[in-house]
């Protein structure tokens, strides 16, 4: 039962991205309109989430659409054994328009095969979070009046970060330059740093955030550490705060670069650099209603 899902950033062709920035930029000028009478949109969230779901749920709200749906998989029949498929398509039954969050990568791949209308990947485990993108994409573009010739410090959990993965594979439209900063245990998958290599997208790796590492960058994109993906929890508490962002460490950093971070953010950001007016993480999560507005209408065709 094909259908016109967004599951993976590389859904999207370069027109089609820019395309949705523009309409993303049309509903930051005008979010409340009606688009949605008479649509349903289930979000379905095995995994929590506070900005992708809500704000998932204010785009439909602010278009008019209803939202069915639940935060918490224990309140599901999941809990007595009914199996992701049979979820999907009772559900596509009931809603327009599905958007899931589930821990295990490929599994909005699966459902976007078993149901009959459209599916978001709201993340699938360490794979990919495609709206996510979106935003960082209108973001990036709002804060540097442009998405080409861009240099990208990617910092953190490099290896099971979905963002990271699925932004350096939308970037590549637009002939990025990547520094990957992260410690050897968290670095950055050889698939990516493969793409790159076969895109010609040029990309550096450090394992120290210095003063240095950040100073000719235009975005400083910080990541958490994912907790949720260790198998070892030793591993964790070992890397879980390799790196803090201070203040004073952004005083040689370009006027203009800006930091983003998909949030939620734990010990990498200090609450000092909030104040700093090169933080744009909570500008950025806002930025996430309206790129969501434009996914979900360009998705039923609206
Ligand atoms: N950025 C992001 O996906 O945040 P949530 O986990 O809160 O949805």
Do not use: W
Not at 70 to 78: I, V
Not at 112 to 132: C, I, K, L, M, R
Not at 138 to 156: A, D, F, H, P, R
């Amino acid at each position: 039962m094909a259908n016109k899902s967004l599951v993976s950033i590389t859904d999207y062709s370069k027109e089609k991205i820019l395309q949705i920035l523009e309409k993303a930029a049309e509903f930051e000028k005008n979010p409340n309109q009606k688009i949605l009478d008479g649509k349903v949109v289930a979000t379905l969230f095995f995994e929590p989430s506070t900005r992708t779901r809500l704000s998932f749920e204010t785009a439909v709200n602010r278009l008019g659409g209803r939202v069915i749906g639940f935060a918490d998989k224990s309140t599901t029949s999941g809990t007595k054994g009914e199996t992701l498929k049979d979820t999907i398509k009772m559900v596509s039954n009931y809603a327009d328009l599905i958007v899931m969050r589930n821990p295990i990568e490929g599994a909005a791949r699966y459902a976007s095969e078993v149901s009959s209308v459209p599916v978001v990947n709201a993340g699938d485990g360490a794979n990919q979070h495609p709206t996510q993108t979106m935003l960082d994409l209108y973001s990036i573009k709002k804060t540097q009046g442009k998405l080409e010739n861009l240099k990208i410090c990617m910092v953190g959990d490099l290896k099971y970060g979905r963002t990271v993965h699925s932004l350096i594979m939308a970037m590549y439209h637009f002939n990025p330059t990547f520094s990957f900063i992260a410690p050897d245990e968290l670095k950055m998958p050889d698939e990516y740093k493969i793409f790159c290599k076969e895109h010609n997208i040029k990309f550096e790796e450090h394992s120290e955030l210095s003063e240095a590492n950040i100073a000719d960058c235009d975005i400083l994109y910080m990541t958490r550490v994912q907790k949720e993906r260790f198998t070892d929890l030793f591993e964790y508490e070992r890397v879980k705060d390799i790196y803090t962002l201070r203040n004073k460490m952004l005083d040689n950093t370009k006027p203009t670069m800006r930091i983003l971070h998909p949030l939620p953010r734990v010990n990498e950001i200090d609450q000092d650099v909030d104040c700093n007016e090169k933080a744009y993480y909570f500008e950025q999560a806002r930025n996430g209603v309206f790129a969501r507005q434009a996914v979900i209408c360009d998705l039923l065709g609206l």
